[in-house]
T-cell receptor, first 112, second 113 residues
Framework: GAGVSQTPSNKVTEKGKYVELRCDPI?????LYWYRQSLGQGPEFLIY????????DSGLPNDRFFAVRPEGSVSTLKIQRTERGDSAVYLC??????????FGAGSRLTVL | GESVGLHLPTLSVQEGDNSIINCAYS??????FIWYKQESGKGPQFIID?????DKRQGQRVTVLLNKTVKHLSLQIAATQPGDSAVYFC????????????FGKGTLLTVNP
């Protein structure tokens, strides 16, 4: 596609529920990244994929967070047992090689 | 810990004026810096980047200055337009990979017509 596509754009869930956030990167981009942006803050790194594998997941806050990219294109960020503190905008970005990251519009997650 | 911060959380300018957004960084290992613009409801959009072997880099209406001595970064926008109104973030790589960026809190730029 022309840009990084993220769905859903908004997700409201209840504490304790499971959520999945999807990212469709720019066609041909081998690298994919997830960042999280809390209100009034800059984005924070979560995880980086090169192809199908997670090359760096050091930013995932705990084991409730998991991400996959089974075919090296679309990625899904999965959050188990959601907590109110997980409320944020989850941004996905992709890049070609070591080039600049192109971000999507994000998925706004609200945990009630 | 190491961090990237901004001197001014908000900046209001008149249309046509030049804007300067400042950023202080504390990680001396950082060798790559980047400015992003974020409009409401959108993801960050790349503006310009600079490597530590440079002091200045120019783009279209934008200039980034890097002062490694005082660990300071600035973004200059010439002839600011209403469409420039947004939150501007500086980010650094901490000396590591360029994908693992540490972002500052952002500066809100408001351009008055």
């Amino acid at each position: 596609g022309a840009g990084v596509s993220q769905t859903p754009s908004n997700k409201v869930t209840e504490k304790g529920k499971y959520v999945e956030l999807r990212c469709d990167p720019i066609s041909g981009h081998t690298a994919l990244y997830w960042y999280r942006q809390s209100l009034g803050q800059g984005p924070e790194f979560l995880i980086y994929f090169q192809g199908t594998g997670a090359a760096d997941d050091s930013g995932l806050p705990n084991d409730r967070f998991f991400a996959v990219r089974p075919e090296g294109s679309v990625s899904t960020l999965k959050i188990q047992r959601t907590e109110r503190g997980d409320s944020a905008v989850y941004l996905c970005a992709s890049s070609s090689g070591a080039n600049v990251l192109t971000f999507g519009a994000g998925s706004r997650l609200t945990v009630l | 810990g190491e961090s990237v911060g901004l001197h001014l959380p908000t900046l209001s300018v008149q249309e046509g004026d030049n804007s300067i957004i400042n950023c202080a960084y504390s990680n001396s290992a950082s060798d790559y810096f980047i400015w992003y613009k974020q409009e409401s409801g959108k993801g960050p959009q790349f503006i310009i980047d600079i490597r530590s072997n440079m002091d200045k880099r120019q783009g279209q209406r934008v200039t980034v200055l890097l002062n490694k001595t005082v660990k300071h970064l600035s973004l200059q926008i010439a002839a600011t337009q209403p469409g420039d109104s947004a939150v501007y973030f500086c980010a650094e790589n901490g000396g590591g990979s360029n994908y693992k960026l540490t972002f500052g809190k952002g500066t809100l730029l408001t351009v008055n017509p």
